[in-house]
């Protein structure tokens, strides 16, 4: 029983020196914090099959992993200060997500440098950011590896 608690405090500190696995969520989980997101947002797939009923106030959450930001659902009309941000080429990642769910407006107003901003989006998700990421991801279509690449460009033109 030493043995095994010895090697899941390894296995704990090795993937907290990983940057991906230091965010890394549990999917259940965010299927669980659902309950939070459905009265705006749905999960349905490009085919049309609904993999969450929700509201439609806000856009389809289908597909954002690795998306570029305000493009994930192209029937959706998007604030003017997040169409502001997707102009920097930023591409949906888990650091950004959880940023910007934690606080909406302040996400906008930390990456547009404009104090002046508002986020359509008032729903602050106090806890579960990171699971819901991982759902999301679990749900939608694999995310191609050149969008890392994107986000690292798009984090420089954000800070410049």
Same mark, same amino acid.
């Given at each position: 029983? /030493?043995?095994?608690?010895? %090697?899941? $405090?390894?296995?704990?500190? $090795?993937?907290? %020196? ?8 549990? *999917?259940?989980? =965010?299927?669980?914090?659902?309950? =939070? ?5 749905? !999960?349905?797939?490009?085919? @049309? ?11 389809? /959450? #289908? @597909?954002?992993?690795?998306?570029? &930001? ?8 998007? +604030?003017?200060? !997040? !169409? ?6 930023? &591409?949906?990642?888990?650091? !950004?997500?959880?940023?910007? &769910? ?5 996400? /906008? ?6 104090? +002046? &901003?508002?986020?359509?989006?008032? #729903?602050?998700?106090?806890? =579960? ?5 991982? #759902?999301?991801?679990?749900?939608? *279509? ?19």
């Amino acid at each position: 029983m /030493l043995k095994n608690a010895a %090697l899941s $405090t390894l296995a704990a500190l $090795t993937m907290g %020196l990983s940057g991906t696995a230091a965010f890394a969520g549990d *999917p259940a989980a =965010g299927e669980r914090e659902w309950r =939070g997101c459905r009265s705006c947002h749905a !999960l349905t797939d490009d085919e @049309g099959n609904q993999i969450q009923r929700g509201g439609r106030s806000a856009p389809n /959450l #289908y @597909g954002i992993p690795g998306a570029a &930001v305000a493009s994930a659902d192209p029937d959706f009309g998007y +604030s003017d200060p !997040l !169409l502001a941000y997707a102009e920097t080429g930023a &591409v949906w990642n888990e650091e !950004l997500f959880v940023e910007y &769910v934690t606080d909406p407006t302040a996400f /906008l107003r930390h990456h547009l440098g404009d104090d +002046s &901003v508002r986020s359509a989006m008032t #729903y602050r998700m106090r806890r =579960g950011a990171e699971d819901m990421w991982a #759902y999301l991801e679990s749900v939608s *279509p694999a995310v191609e590896d050149d969008a890392a690449a994107g986000d690292d460009a798009a984090e420089d033109a954000a800070t410049d």
